[in-house]
């Protein structure tokens, strides 16, 4: 079996987009590798994969273990404030996208990677982990929460810089991570994130911690070349979309 054929991913820029066109569009891409893998005809070869990156106008998305009462502002306000809420597939609480926040959303037959959950998130991690480490930035993991954080230089305090959701079924996956880059941190406000009702325990942005404004782009090439070394595959940049 050529491994080669079967991990290449297409890199796509979907720029800014509107959380359920960008759901539609994921799902579409998940359910054609499924039923490659297992409807009529079915192929061992399930490639090729995509790994696509995107913003989101304002939205709070809320996972399938989250609680609603996480969200503290009701429909009025929400339509206010100009925020769209969703109830999702993937795992995890509840959530904020936004414009300035780097999305990445993998779509891969894990049986061509490796079939096991949590080295998934933490592959998932470690991208984000490497890319903050170019920016002298030590970030970590919390053993007790999933995503990744650092120790604020506002006010020394543990704070989740990018917080990640998966859906998998037959070892495909959907969804992915939310990596605030310049991101507006006030919707947060209106929301427990991830469930997390620790004081201490808040949320930040590259912009925060490095005081300097930073290109989405060049941060998006520096998690495709973390992304292409952790999951050992090729990436296909002449499938970018605009």
């Known amino acids: 079996m050529d491994t080669s054929t079967l991990r290449q991913v297409n890199l796509q820029d979907w720029g800014l987009v509107d959380y359920q066109e960008a759901w539609d569009r994921q799902t579409v891409i998940f359910q054609e590798i499924i039923r490659r893998k297992t409807g009529p005809g079915?192929?061992?070869?399930?490639?090729?994969?995509?790994?696509?990156?995107c913003e989101h106008r304002p939205v709070f998305t809320l996972g399938r273990s989250g609680k609603e009462n996480h969200l503290l502002i009701n429909e009025e306000l929400l339509k206010l404030k100009g925020i769209e809420f969703?109830?999702?597939?993937?795992?995890?609480?509840i959530t904020y996208h936004g414009p300035g926040q780097s999305v990445m959303y993998?779509?891969?037959?894990?049986?061509?990677?490796?079939?096991?959950?949590?080295?998934?998130?933490?592959?998932?991690?470690n991208i984000v982990i490497q890319t903050l480490n170019l920016f002298e930035l030590?970030?970590?993991?919390?053993?007790?929460y999933t995503g990744v954080w650092?120790?604020?230089r506002l006010d020394n305090q543990p704070k989740k810089i990018c917080a990640i959701g998966v859906h998998m079924s037959r070892w495909v996956t959907l969804h992915g991570l939310a990596f605030?880059?310049?991101?507006?941190?006030?919707?947060?406000?209106?929301?427990?994130?991830?469930?997390?009702?620790?004081?201490?325990?808040?949320v930040t942005s590259l912009h925060l911690e490095?005081?300097?404004?930073?290109?989405?782009?060049k941060?998006?090439?520096?998690?495709?070349?973390?992304?292409?070394?952790?999951?050992?595959?090729?990436?296909?940049?002449?499938?970018?979309?605009?």
Do not use: W
């Open 42 to 53: 079915k192929s061992k070869e399930t490639g090729p994969y995509h790994l696509i990156f």
């Open 86 to 93: 969703y109830k999702i597939n993937r795992g995890g609480d």
């Open 150 to 152: 650092l120790q604020s």
């Open 180 to 202: 605030n880059v310049h991101t507006d941190l006030s919707p947060f406000e209106y929301i427990v994130p991830c469930g997390i009702r620790d004081p201490d325990k808040g």
């Open 210 to 217: 490095t005081d300097k404004v930073i290109d989405p782009q």
């Open 138 to 144: 030590e970030a970590f993991r919390n053993p007790k």
């Open 106 to 125: 993998p779509i891969l037959d894990m049986e061509h990677f490796f079939t096991d959950v949590h080295r998934y998130i933490r592959s998932l991690e």
């Open 219 to 242: 941060i998006q090439s520096m998690m495709a070349g973390f992304f292409e070394s952790e999951f050992q595959c090729t990436l296909n940049t002449q499938s970018v979309e605009g």
